[in-house]
């Protein structure tokens, strides 16, 4: 099993948002800014809606993993810390689901 954390992603695309664009995917996602960043988010999240359908595991890994980057893409272009999502989360986890979804409709 990996020990490559979701944090770790956080950190490698933090380090990799200081490099040239000559040099790194990341930092020119980030140049196109936020809308941009948005955009290929969502292009990735539909792709893994459509392996998740119908292809096999690893094709739903692939795409999984292409997901969880692009949203810590978005996250940084967006000034916002993988620990706010984390604390987030966990503030939710103090009540069931239903009634956290319910809370939000209020």
Same mark, same amino acid.
Request: charged share 35%; with cysteine; hydrophobic share 40%.
């Given at each position: 099993?990996?020990? &490559?954390?979701?944090?770790?992603?956080?950190?490698?695309?933090?380090?990799?948002?200081?490099?040239?664009?000559?040099?790194?995917?990341?930092?020119?996602?980030?140049?196109?800014?936020? $809308?941009?960043?948005?955009?290929? &988010?969502?292009?990735?999240?539909?792709?893994?809606?459509?392996?998740?359908?119908?292809?096999?595991?690893?094709?739903?890994?692939?795409?999984?993993?292409?997901?969880?980057?692009?949203?810590?893409?978005?996250?940084?272009?967006?000034?916002?810390?993988?620990?706010?999502?984390?604390?987030?989360?966990?503030?939710?986890?103090?009540?069931?689901?239903? $009634?956290?979804? $319910?809370?939000?409709?209020?």
């Amino acid at each position: 099993m990996s020990k &490559f954390t979701v944090a770790d992603l956080e950190q490698r695309i933090r380090e990799r948002a200081k490099a040239s664009p000559e040099e790194s995917y990341t930092r020119k996602l980030l140049d196109r800014g936020v $809308a941009q960043c948005a955009k290929k &988010f969502g292009e990735e999240a539909v792709e893994a809606v459509i392996a998740a359908a119908n292809e096999d595991r690893e094709h739903v890994i692939g795409e999984a993993a292409d997901v969880l980057y692009h949203l810590l893409v978005l996250l940084q272009s967006r000034g916002v810390a993988l620990a706010d999502v984390m604390e987030e989360l966990e503030r939710r986890t103090a009540q069931s689901g239903l $009634a956290e979804k $319910a809370s939000r409709r209020a």
